[in-house]
């Protein structure tokens, strides 16, 4: 079964073409010449946050993440974990999908690893039709594919983006890839602080910034209930952490962050988006 492009054409080109030309227009913005090539290296970055708007918008931001990302050699399997927009399904819910649809091809899903972890935490659903229309995870793999080439998935949204039920799941993938020795990377798809005044929007990421830099979880959704913050992804970006942590990374580095003010002009209502990266020493 294949899972056939949602957001082609709205969120990025749907024409293979017009695709590579935004993605290469995407690393130059981020000060980047062309699309960078994985090479080959002694991995160390466990986890990623990376944005998930329109390309026009976040994928600038994006490109410097992967181009991190691209340095450190290519993981065996992507752990992709993105928010739940629609509200359908379960807590959790991962897909059946044997492969994803995008303009530059097929991407294959590891259902092996997928069912495994399904079955690792109470709360997880394998089911299609919350993937069906959200774009959280797709929007992430011409990025991937365009400089990994073929990759293996395993592709999760969360619904339920509580503190405990993300924590058990970055906990049980790292049980998994540490059972079957895999080199595995958790790239959590989340934008920051939605539709406030630009210097709002950037004084409260800040806030949330420096929690996920210092990988503290608990401190991450307190700012967050303290400050109303409203980035989307904190359960996927606590899954991360949490996984990074048990793989001995002690920080996360900041990458990029801009808003979608610094794309448009327009300063009166914005989105944060931010590139993170957790390097094990």
Same mark, same amino acid.
């Given at each position: 079964?294949?899972?056939?492009?949602?957001?082609?054409?709205?969120?990025?080109?749907?024409?293979?073409?017009?695709?590579?030309?935004?993605?290469?227009?995407?690393?130059?913005?981020?000060?980047?010449?062309?699309?960078?090539?994985?090479?080959?290296?002694?991995?160390?970055?466990?986890?990623?946050?990376?944005?998930?708007?329109?390309?026009?918008?976040?994928?600038?931001?994006?490109?410097?993440?992967?181009?991190?990302?691209?340095?450190?050699?290519?993981?065996?399997?992507?752990?992709?974990?993105?928010?739940?927009?629609?509200?359908? $399904?379960?807590?959790?819910? !991962?897909?059946? =999908?044997?492969?994803?649809?995008?303009?530059? %091809?097929? #991407?294959? *899903?590891?259902? /092996?690893?997928?069912?495994?972890?399904?079955?690792?935490?109470?709360?997880?659903?394998?089911?299609?039709?919350?993937?069906?229309?959200?774009?959280?995870?797709?929007?992430?793999?011409?990025?991937?594919?365009?400089?990994?080439?073929?990759?293996?998935?395993?592709?999760?949204?969360?619904?339920?983006?509580?503190?405990?039920?993300?924590?058990?799941?970055?906990?049980?993938?790292?049980?998994?890839?540490?059972?079957?020795?895999?080199?595995?990377?958790?790239?959590?798809?989340?934008?920051?602080?939605?539709?406030?005044?630009?210097?709002?929007?950037?004084?409260?990421?800040?806030?949330?910034?420096?929690?996920?830099?210092?990988?503290?979880?608990? $401190?991450?959704?307190?700012? !967050?209930?303290? =400050?109303?913050?409203?980035?989307?992804?904190? %359960?996927? #970006?606590? *899954?991360?952490? /949490?996984?990074?942590?048990?793989?001995?990374?002690?920080?996360?580095?900041?990458?990029?962050?801009?808003?979608?003010?610094?794309?448009?002009?327009?300063?009166?209502?914005?989105?944060?988006?931010?590139?993170?990266?957790?390097?094990?020493?």
């Amino acid at each position: 079964m294949r899972r056939s492009p949602a957001v082609s054409g709205s969120f990025y080109p749907e024409r293979k073409e017009d695709l590579i030309r935004m993605l290469e227009w995407s690393f130059k913005r981020a000060g980047i010449e062309g699309i960078p090539r994985s090479v080959s290296g002694n991995r160390r970055i466990r986890g990623m946050i990376s944005p998930h708007a329109g390309y026009v918008y976040s994928g600038p931001t994006a490109a410097a993440g992967y181009n991190e990302l691209s340095r450190d050699g290519k993981p065996e399997i992507f752990f992709i974990i993105g928010p739940n927009h629609t509200g359908i $399904g379960g807590r959790a819910s !991962i897909p059946l =999908y044997e492969e994803w649809e995008t303009p530059l %091809g097929l #991407v294959n *899903v590891d259902l /092996e690893l997928s069912r495994r972890l399904s079955k690792e935490v109470s709360g997880i659903r394998l089911e299609n039709s919350p993937h069906a229309m959200e774009h959280s995870i797709e929007v992430q793999l011409p990025f991937i594919q365009a400089i990994f080439g073929d990759i293996k998935i395993v592709p999760m949204i969360i619904l339920d983006q509580d503190e405990g039920f993300s924590r058990s799941i970055g906990d049980a993938i790292w049980r998994i890839v540490k059972e079957s020795s895999i080199d595995a990377v958790v790239i959590a798809s989340s934008d920051m602080t939605h539709y406030e005044p630009d210097d709002i929007a950037r004084k409260k990421d800040e806030i949330a910034l420096k929690e996920i830099i210092e990988m503290d979880s608990e $401190g991450l959704f307190n700012v !967050i209930y303290e =400050y109303g913050i409203s980035m989307c992804g904190p %359960g996927p #970006v606590t *899954v991360a952490i /949490e996984f990074s942590k048990l793989c001995g990374v002690k920080k996360g580095e900041l990458i990029r962050y801009m808003t979608s003010g610094d794309m448009t002009g327009e300063k009166g209502s914005v989105v944060g988006y931010a590139s993170v990266i957790f390097r094990a020493e």
